[in-house]
């Protein structure tokens, strides 16, 4: 067990829809990072938050968001989800940023479905 | 640009050796990972090595980095049924992790 809790495991929904993906981090973790991960395209850095404030963004759509709150549990937003949306949802949290050797410790995920 | 890429599977005998490679664009990365992810599972950091080694090893896991060709392999000795996983390349040019690229991943499949 990472530490790190993703609900829900499994998400199906139809397109068009709006959905929110919510992680919990490992306790004292100040990082948090959302990655998508698909057949076609691996594994894909969204967005990572740190402390409550965004710190680095990848390849997320405009169609999605994310925020931290001052709990430190982080919300990922995915909105007029299309077929293509459909993927494997992580979220990973690590101590701080950029630090030597900073080590992400992974959720097992939440499984997205849009019919 | 960044790019990482791996072979998609591999399938071996329980006992004998596993090699999986991995070959990545950016030279200037300074940090290589292998990640393992069983399935149901989220990504688990097995080990990392700088860019500055040539060789790792930790039990039976050693890495082995070509910086001249850009060619990562981590090599599984006496490869056991609970190995069967998928494994990730992965590279970080700044050291940090939000900048990590991912290659597509390796199913290893384990016989007895």
């Known amino acids: 067990d990472s530490g790190v809790t993703q609900t829900p495991k499994h998400l199906i929904t139809a397109t068009g829809q709006r959905v929110t993906l919510r992680c919990s981090p490992r306790?004292?973790?100040?990082?948090v990072y959302w990655y998508q991960q698909s057949l076609d395209q691996g594994l894909q850095f969204l967005i990572q938050?740190?402390?409550?404030?965004?710190?680095a963004k990848g390849n997320i759509l405009e169609r999605f968001s994310a925020q931290q709150f001052p709990d430190l549990h982080s919300e990922l937003n995915l909105s007029s989800l299309e077929l293509g949306d459909s993927a494997l949802y992580f979220c990973a949290s690590s101590a701080g940023p950029q630090r030597t050797n900073e080590k992400l410790f992974f959720g097992s995920g939440t499984q997205l479905s849009v019919l | 640009g960044e790019d990482v890429e791996q072979s998609l599977f591999l399938s071996v005998r329980e006992g004998d050796s596993s090699v999986i490679n991995c070959t990545y664009t950016d030279s200037s990365s300074t940090y290589l990972y292998w990640y393992k992810q069983e399935p149901g599972a989220g990504l688990q950091l097995l080990t990392y090595?700088?860019?500055?080694?040539d060789m790792k090893q930790d039990q039976r896991l050693t890495v082995l980095l070509n910086k001249k060709d850009k060619h990562l392999s981590l090599r599984i000795a006496d490869t056991q049924t609970g190995d069967s996983a998928i494994y990730f390349c992965a590279e970080s040019k700044e050291g940090g992790s939000e900048k990590l690229v991912f290659g597509k991943g390796m199913k290893l499949t384990v016989n007895p």
């Open positions: 090595i700088f860019s500055n080694m």
């Open positions: 938050y740190y402390n409550g404030e965004e710190r």
């Open positions: 306790s004292g973790d100040l990082s």
